[in-house]
C-alpha cells in the first residue's frame, strides 16, 4: 500500500497521537532508525512488527517519520 493511502485516511491523526503516546514510542523510534534502516532501508511495516513485536500502526507512523521525502516510498512489498 502506497503511504499516501495510510495518511490520507481519516483516523490518521488519531492513529499518530496514539503512537506518539506509546511510551516506548522514542526508543523504537531510535532503534528502527538507527539499527534497522541502516542495514536494510526498505524495511516494511510487516517485518517490523513480527520483529520487534510492535503494533502494526506503530511501525507505520515510525516508517513514516522516517522515510525519505519522496511520496513513492511504498510501506509494504
Known amino acids: 500500500?502506497?503511504?499516501e493511502e495510510y495518511i490520507n485516511e481519516k483516523l490518521w491523526p488519531i492513529l499518530t497521537e496514539v503512537?506518539?503516546?506509546?511510551?516506548?514510542?522514542?526508543?523504537?523510534k531510535a532503534y528502527i532508525r538507527d539499527e534497522i534502516?541502516?542495514?536494510r532501508p526498505n524495511t516494511t511495516p510487516e517485518e517490523?512488527?513480527?520483529?520487534?513485536h510492535i503494533?502494526?500502526?506503530?511501525?507505520i507512523v515510525i516508517l513514516y517519520e522516517l522515510r525519505p521525502?519522496?511520496?513513492?516510498?511504498?510501506l509494504s512489498g
Not at 503494533?55 to 511501525?59: I, K, S
Open 55 to 59: 503494533p502494526f500502526g506503530e511501525a
Open 69 to 74: 521525502k519522496s511520496p513513492s516510498i511504498q
Open 1 to 3: 500500500m502506497n503511504i
Open 19 to 28: 503512537v506518539h503516546a506509546l511510551v516506548m514510542y522514542p526508543t523504537h
Open 37 to 39: 534502516l541502516n542495514g
Open 48 to 52: 517490523l512488527t513480527f520483529r520487534l
